[in-house]
């Protein structure tokens, strides 16, 4: 890593519109089956393919040496090789995850020593499966008002590690997976591109329903205390589910107002990957097509932070966002917190 102060940019200057440049994704290699699943815990392929969507997920092996910063770097190479910069041209890691390998140091400080960056400005933030778009508009707002050309914008998360694998957590188990996405971000003379709406919500009065206590005293309810339960997803589904299907259309309008826009003008859908049902409902809602609508649940599951940068990512590469489209980001999590963030990209 080079001294900080060889290469510390200036302000921005002329540079008006901030741009998203290269996209870069990673999984885990071990892919486990619904059928798989079967085999650990009293479950079905058809239970959990009718109520989710979901058919496989990916799962981190850490005896391979998988984890959340392994994927957070993979990512992020992938996306700078596709933006063609080198690392130690960035200026700034946002890194939007709730399982960090440990407390301390967070997944962005790591990534500033595996990519090989200079001593710039990186962090961690905990907004859930909402992190990614918290992320990106934390990151947008830093480069409008500071010097930072050049950011990396990630959701990452190995969630798995605080599933339960048996029966007495097969309610959750069966929804994660693991992965990682990113994007580079890069300050732009075409004033066009970059964020033209976002929202930011948080309410920890619905923290109850979705949590990982991490020691008996920690339970939010009292009639989820169980000891078997100590760092594992306490979920209370149904609560979830009723709060995703009636708050993803309300930010999907609210996105909307904010831009002016109506849904007919926004080219591509990029929501969190939750459960098919919560999907479909708010894209019924609103009456947009199946092909801006993305839904890939059924091989990756909800992989967190991490499944609207893998879908980005995808989409990107496989040439259905082109340069000048419309691209909304919608998240929701636990906390409970949810966002949008709605780019021309
Ligand atoms: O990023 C945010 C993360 N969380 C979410 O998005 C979760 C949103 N919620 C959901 O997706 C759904 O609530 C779940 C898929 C988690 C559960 O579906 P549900 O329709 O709400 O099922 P349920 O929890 O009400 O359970 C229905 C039945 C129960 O049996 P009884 O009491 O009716 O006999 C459960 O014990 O299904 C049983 N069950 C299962 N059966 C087979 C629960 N999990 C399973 C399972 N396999 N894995």
């Given at each position: 890593m080079s001294p900080e102060s060889s290469a510390a940019p200036d302000a921005i200057g002329s540079?008006?519109?901030?741009?998203?440049?290269?996209?870069?994704?990673?999984?885990?290699?071990?892919?486990?089956?619904?059928?798989?699943?079967?085999?650990?815990?009293?479950?079905?392929?058809?239970?959990?393919?009718?109520?989710?969507?979901?058919?496989?997920?990916?799962?981190?092996?850490?005896?391979?040496?998988?984890?959340?910063?392994?994927?957070?770097?993979?990512?992020?190479?992938?996306?700078?090789?596709a933006a063609g910069?080198?690392?130690?041209?960035?200026?700034?890691?946002?890194?939007?995850?709730?399982?960090?390998?440990?407390?301390?140091?967070?997944?962005?400080n790591l990534l500033t020593a595996s990519l090989g960056t200079r001593t710039i400005a990186a962090f961690d933030l905990n907004a859930a499966c909402s992190g990614f778009v918290y992320a990106m508009n934390t990151a947008h707002a830093l480069m409008t008002t500071a010097p930072y050309r050049n950011a990396?914008?990630?959701?990452?998360d190995c969630v798995t590690r605080f599933c339960e694998f048996s029966t007495l957590g097969r309610t959750s188990a069966i929804l994660f997976g693991d992965a990682g996405g990113a994007c580079v971000?890069?300050?732009?003379?075409?004033?066009?591109?970059?964020?033209?709406?976002?929202a930011m919500h948080s309410d920890g009065c619905g923290?109850?329903?979705?949590?990982?206590?991490?020691?008996?005293?920690?339970?939010?309810?009292?009639?989820?205390?169980?000891?078997?339960?100590?760092?594992r997803i306490v979920m209370h589904g149904s609560n979830i589910f009723k709060f995703a299907v009636s708050t993803f259309p309300?930010?999907?309008?609210q996105t909307l107002d904010k831009a002016n826009l109506t849904p007919d003008d926004v080219d591509h859908y990029i929501c969190h990957q939750s459960n098919a049902r919560i999907l479909s409902t708010a894209r019924d809602r609103f009456n947009i097509p199946e092909d801006k609508f993305y839904i890939n649940i059924d091989r990756f599951g909800n992989t967190v932070g991490a499944s609207i940068p893998l879908i980005l990512d995808q989409e990107t590469r496989s040439g259905r966002i082109k340069p000048g489209d419309r691209v909304m980001f919608l998240a929701f999590g636990a906390g409970l917190t949810w966002a949008s963030s709605l780019w021309r990209v």
């Open positions: 540079l008006s519109g901030i741009a998203i440049v290269g996209t870069g994704s990673a999984l885990p290699k071990r892919r486990v089956t619904n059928t798989d699943l079967e085999s650990v815990m009293d479950t079905s392929d058809e239970w959990i393919a009718q109520r989710t969507g979901i058919r496989s997920r990916h799962i981190h092996d850490p005896e391979a040496g998988e984890s959340t910063a392994s994927l957070a770097t993979l990512a992020g190479q992938h996306a700078l090789k910069m080198a690392a130690d041209q960035l200026d700034l890691i946002v890194c939007g995850t709730m399982t960090p390998d440990m407390p301390t140091p967070g997944i962005a990396l914008v990630l959701g990452v971000l890069s300050a732009t003379e075409d004033p066009s591109k970059g964020l033209i709406a976002q923290a109850q329903h979705l949590y990982i206590p991490t020691d008996k005293h920690m339970f939010l309810n009292a009639e989820d205390y169980d000891e078997r339960k100590i760092n309300k930010l999907i309008g």
